[in-house]
């Protein structure tokens, strides 16, 4: 990891002061301040050997290390320039991709994190401060120094009737305006009838104040939030936007052949792709022919040749060495083009799913409201002061703190189990979403099975080492899926491998490898027809050996299905690969033949999905990002693009379809969780209604009362969801 | 009792001076990011080693 190397690979950086690159990646503010995303830091090592390279080398003027996000934030000094920044950074021995300047987004985001943070602090300091005085009141203080601990407690009060409590008016009041209950609206009515009452009180000299219980539980409830919220950040920590498959820049054609960011390209525009970038937008094909792989489409992964005139869609991943093309259309026309723009916009879109618990709290809400009306008036025409004190201590003890602290915090632990467990979720909602699912769709291709094409076996199955570096010398020029599989299967046999040198050695898109050795030609291409599915190394026209290509399934994929059949869930099988290939697939999961789809579209899938209520969509690519937006939850499975987690409720990153399973259970335990809590906090509140509204309630009972039940809730989630 | 006259607002001012240490640090991006200053502690120092040796020790660049 990191070697010191003077001359690392060339790679060219010097786009990254070419104008138009310099206005999307320096910073705003300071012209020398650049951002990289930076592949390859794992550890402490790292960071000091990225931070201290301002010790050693004068071009740059300071580098500060993100561990989390793996970002490194360099100012080159005025002198230099980002491409010497780049180099210096690839000779340590790391990966340096340029991101985007920082946008006015992220700035406001982290301002908003920032306050939440000093609220939290000040919150505390005055719960804290107060709770300390009326302690003091409660253990039998009297007289002046009572009267001085009160009016401190009130003035403590203050900044938490006005700048604590804000979030809780914001919510209430945007609630309010929808018609609809919130859990701000009682901690709203609490905290600001709690100070009104308690500051009469206090200017008459008698009766109750009611300060530290309601500053304590703000204080928690705040906490809560603040928790979960970060929980949820943290594992989509990473900036996203160096997962967008598409690179950012392109080789341009014309007067001047050089780097361009892809998004200033033009309909007429002619590009170079290398092998392994990805074609930026429709456009025709001018070499003679090419290979691409689209299995961002379609999932599939089975190169397509194209050739001179034809139209190669956006999004394709080019595969031979250098492609020319003409741009036709470009960003959103084309159909790549609208499956990023909505990744983008549905990263942002807020889920606005009515969960158990919101109606629960609705319930309570009303009733406590409704029932403290009733008694005060009630009540009142008999004994008016006792009326307004009981009721006061019914809204402070019989608000649903409990239910606002529960709640978040049963979510929150449940998000972290899952994450422990390797599946990443969007929002705590998804919880509840998965025990309504009563269909799951699933993908194919990289979901059901494994998503790179891999060789199973060789016939024969031992190969003598000649056979063996003849290949690997062959598919040497090879960028070609068939490629890797055959690389990676070789290289896992012991025998060790010289490569050769043949004449006349070339690969032919769309055939094979062919290269020539002592007037004997040789090739790997398709194998033979009593080998389907195969390839094979033919020495002249006679077959060498066969290596098969496999499509397994995923282990335990069938126990899994037939456990989520026994449930009572529709399980489907959709893909873009061909019908019988699905069908095939189909048998062996134990599914019937009218539950599995081939040949199907990114959008065809999304309308399946969407056809059903309560569905769930398991897949993996860009492809299936539209059939994730019409499904009611949608896990994607790791394999291939991460860009795909956008806009899917859940992200699992193992990959196994067992963790989709394992995604009920943990639904399952945390709603359990939830319902707990919401009947501890019923049960507190009853209790604590009734025995306010027979008076036994005051301030001291109160404070006493609170911290117990956040304890049992804190001890029930944190204790009862231990599996 | 004329003690707490003096101790109850001295303790009020500690506190309220630690809140605004807390707003400061915070609006000065500290908490931004509280995973890598917690390894910034385990960098070596090697000019350190340099004057403590007495001896000429070029920048070194271990391997990992």
């Known amino acids: 990891m990191g070697q010191l190397q003077q001359n690392s690979p060339r790679i060219d950086d010097s786009y990254l002061d070419q104008e138009n690159f310099k206005h999307l990646y320096a910073d705003a503010e300071n012209p020398n301040l650049i951002r990289f995303y930076v592949d390859g830091i794992s550890c402490s090592r790292c960071v000091q050997k990225l931070e201290s390279l301002p010790q050693t080398k004068s071009q740059i003027r300071s580098v500060q290390v993100q561990l989390g996000s793996k970002m490194a934030q360099v100012e080159i000094s005025p002198s230099s320039n980002f491409a010497t920044a780049a180099q210096l950074i690839r000779d340590l021995g790391f990966y340096p991709t340029p991101l985007r300047a920082r946008t006015n987004a992220e700035d406001l985001e982290k301002i908003s994190n920032r306050n939440e943070l000093i609220r939290l602090a000040v919150a505390a300091f005055c719960a804290g401060n107060i709770m300390t005085f009326a302690f003091g009141v409660y253990f039998g203080l009297e007289g002046e120094l009572k009267h001085v601990f009160d009016w401190l407690s009130f003035v403590l009060y203050l900044p938490v009737v006005t700048y604590v409590a804000w979030p809780f008016y914001r919510g209430a009041w945007q609630s309010l305006k929808q018609r609809q209950l919130s859990i701000d609206l009682p901690m709203v009515v609490a905290s600001f009838s709690g100070f009104l009452f308690s500051t009469v009180n206090l200017i008459r000299g008698e009766g109750s104040l009611y300060y530290d219980s309601i500053s304590g539980f703000l204080f928690l409830i705040l906490a809560a939030r603040f928790l979960q919220k970060s929980i949820q950040k943290k594992a989509f920590s990473d900036s996203f936007r160096h997962w967008l498959p598409l690179q950012e820049k392109v080789m341009k054609l014309g007067e001047g052949t050089r780097w361009t960011p892809v998004e200033s390209l033009k309909k007429g525009d002619r590009i170079l792709l290398k092998a392994s970038e990805i074609c930026p937008g429709d456009a025709r094909l001018e070499s003679v022919t090419a290979d691409f792989d689209l299995s961002f489409l379609t999932g599939e992964s089975c190169p397509q040749t194209y050739s001179r005139g034809m139209t190669v869609p956006s999004g394709a991943r080019a595969l031979s060495a250098e492609a020319v093309l003409q741009m036709e259309r470009l960003g959103e026309d084309t159909t790549f083009g609208k499956i990023l723009s909505e990744v983008r916009s549905g990263f942002l879109k807020q889920s606005n799913f009515m969960g158990l618990a919101d109606r629960a709290s609705h319930l309570l809400i009303l009733s406590v409201f409704s029932i403290a009306t009733v008694f005060v008036i009630v009540y009142g025409f008999w004994d008016l002061p006792q009326a307004l004190e009981r009721g006061l201590a019914l809204i402070v003890l019989a608000c649903p703190c409990a239910m606002a602290f529960g709640t978040p915090l049963a979510l929150t632990m449940g998000l972290r189990r899952a994450t422990q467990k390797g599946l990443i979720a969007k929002s705590a909602d998804v919880f509840e979403k998965m025990g309504r699912i009563r269909s799951i769709f699933l993908d194919k291709t990289g979901t059901l099975t494994k998503s790179k094409l891999e060789i199973s076996r060789s016939v024969p199955q031992t190969l003598d080492s000649d056979s063996i570096s003849y290949v690997l010398s062959l598919e040497n020029i090879s960028s070609h899926p068939i490629a890797f599989a055959l690389r990676s299967y070789l290289g896992s046999s012991k025998a060790e491998v010289r490569l050769v040198q043949f004449e006349e050695h070339r690969e032919v898109p769309g055939v094979g490898v062919f290269g020539r050795i002592d007037g004997i030609s040789y090739s790997v291409r398709k194998g033979l027809d009593s080998f389907p599915r195969s390839v094979a190394l033919f020495r002249e026209d006679t077959c060498v050996c066969h290596f098969l290509i496999s499509e397994d399934l995923e282990e335990n994929s069938a126990e899994l299905i037939h456990k989520w059949k026994a449930r009572g869930l529709e399980v489907f099988v959709v893909s873009g690969d061909q019908q019988h290939i699905v069908d095939q697939v189909a048998q062996r999961l134990g599914l019937a033949k009218e539950n599995s789809f081939g040949n199907l579209s990114p959008e065809q899938k999304a309308e399946m999905v969407q056809k059903k209520p309560f569905s769930m969509m398991v897949g993996d690519g860009i492809n299936d990002v539209l059939a994730f937006q019409k499904a009611f939850v949608s896990v994607a499975v790791s394999g291939s693009i991460r860009a795909a987690m956008q806009s899917a409720s859940v992200y699992s990153s193992t990959g196994a379809l067992a963790q989709v399973d394992l995604l009920f259970q943990v639904s399952e335990n945390t709603l359990k969780s939830v319902n707990r809590n919401l009947w501890i906090s019923v049960f507190y509140n009853t209790v604590g209604g009734v025995a306010a509204m027979l008076g036994f309630v005051n301030p001291f009972v109160a404070a006493i009362l609170m911290p117990i039940s956040s304890l049992v809730i804190l001890v029930s989630t944190v204790w009862g969801g231990r599996e | ?64």
Do not use: C
């Not at chain 2, 500290?30 to 070029?58: C, G, W, Y």
């Open chain 2, 1 to 64: 009792m004329s003690v707490l006259l003096l101790m109850i607002p001295m303790a009020l001012v500690l506190g309220l001076g630690f809140v605004f240490a807390f707003m400061w640090a915070a609006k000065s991006e500290q908490f931004d990011d509280v995973e890598t200053p917690a390894h910034r502690i385990l960098f070596e120092d090697d000019k350190m080693i340099e004057s403590v040796d007495n001896v000429k020790v070029h920048a070194k660049e271990s391997s990992s």
